[in-house]
């Protein structure tokens, strides 16, 4: 499908990228799978190649790009043709906003320039064993000091927990608060700050998740971001974007698993005759090309709403939901075209299969999305009385 949103200067980059993540990523892929992480110097390598926050100014090492589409060809680039666990996604878009959009210049110009040159891999932790999508429930707290914040508490299944040197963390600040939260800069190193044993996981096996443990760290008041009681409202302020990504990525998956069952049904032979010849291999890619192409145009435009600041909450739960959810029938039914290769993880289908079943779930699950969704109708018990 020809998509309109794209210019030269766009397809160009799309090229450079893909040669990168085709190049420095697939060649380690399996490795880093076995190893359950990334080697950390291919951080570094795609700071170099110019493939992290883009977005930066110039005078932190970026290219001031402002344009969302270049990200998004990244996202798109490596899930198709580099390693989906290499989570370049979670640190150029998900968490150095934050340090961007409400640090001091100060933080700003100490931390910045490391990301974009990949030596500071950055990650944030926000799910705890006791609180996933309800940030309210969160027990992590942090306490004012007078020279710095206090902090206790655990968080769960981190991504990039292993190897971040730098975890923006939600913590409570106001105990009789509901939404009293705040959000600290913890450094690697920091006395009190722990890790815990990488967590084995169904897919997305090169992606280090970990928990993470804060026992009496202290917390430099430089390493608090913005207002630290109003970390619940700077959380709900990016979550569209995350679930932009989210779909982005989704979506791509669903193409990398659609190109490869085409592939493999044009190749493989029953009863003398290649398996994409039947009626119901036809019909079934049928279906998913048409599918993937409607939702790939949404996608697209949703992005370029973002472009312009104009992008509904509502709107970026709708992509999330659509492209995660057409995520998991895609490589389900492109593992039973397989038929029992499908279920070899020599095959890449099966590992796109067990990678895309936590889709639905981070950067809130299918049925958030739906009462964000509803909530956006006007289906509110709370206004409705």
Not at 55 to 84: C, K, L, P, V, Y
Not at 132 to 151: I, V
Not at 319 to 338: I, M, P
Request: hydrophobic share 45%.
């Amino acid at each position: 499908m020809r998509r309109l949103i794209f210019l030269p200067e766009h397809d160009q980059f799309r090229d450079s990228a893909r040669r990168f993540f085709q190049k420095e990523v697939a060649p380690h892929a399996e490795r880093w799978r076995a190893q359950g992480h990334v080697d950390r110097d291919i951080y570094r390598k795609a700071g170099a190649a110019g493939l992290l926050l883009t977005w930066a100014e110039e005078g932190f090492g970026g290219s001031g790009i402002t344009d969302f589409r270049f990200e998004q060809i990244i996202i798109e680039e490596n899930i198709i043709h580099g390693e989906i666990g290499f989570y370049i996604n979670l640190h150029s878009n998900l968490v150095a906003p934050y340090i961007d959009a409400l640090g001091t210049q100060e933080q700003r110009q100490r931390l910045l320039p490391a990301c974009v040159s990949g030596d500071r891999i950055l990650a944030i932790a926000m799910t705890e064993p006791g609180a996933g999508s309800d940030l309210a429930g969160m027990r992590t707290r942090a306490e004012d000091k007078g020279d710095h914040w206090l902090l206790n508490g655990a968080k769960t299944y981190i991504s990039n927990g292993i190897l971040a040197d730098l975890v923006i963390v939600a913590a409570r600040t106001v105990p009789d608060r509901k939404h009293g939260l705040g959000l600290f800069m913890v450094e690697a190193g920091m006395e009190g700050f722990a890790r815990g044993q990488r967590l084995k996981k169904m897919g997305l096996h090169a992606q280090d998740t970990a928990e993470l443990f804060f026992h009496d760290v202290k917390v430099p008041k430089a390493n608090v971001l913005g207002d630290a009681t109003q970390g619940f409202f700077y959380l709900t302020r990016f979550l569209a974007k995350e679930r932009m990504v989210a779909a982005i990525g989704s979506l791509a998956a669903a193409q990398a698993a659609f190109d490869l069952t085409l592939d493999y049904v044009k190749e493989r032979r029953a009863f003398g005759r290649p398996i994409g010849a039947f009626q119901n291999s036809r019909f079934v890619l049928a279906g998913l090309r048409a599918e993937i192409d409607a939702i790939q145009t949404f996608i697209d435009q949703c992005v370029m709403l973002l472009n312009d600041g104009a992008l509904a909450p509502e709107e970026a739960a709708e992509c999330k939901l659509l492209a995660t959810e057409l995520e998991g029938r895609v490589v389900d039914a492109c593992v039973q075209l397989h038929g029992g290769a499908g279920y070899m993880e020599e095959y890449r289908i099966s590992r796109l299969f067990t990678d895309a079943r936590v889709s639905r779930i981070f950067a809130g699950s299918s049925e958030i999305m739906k009462e964000i969704i509803g909530r956006g109708l006007g289906l509110d018990e709370r206004k409705m009385g």
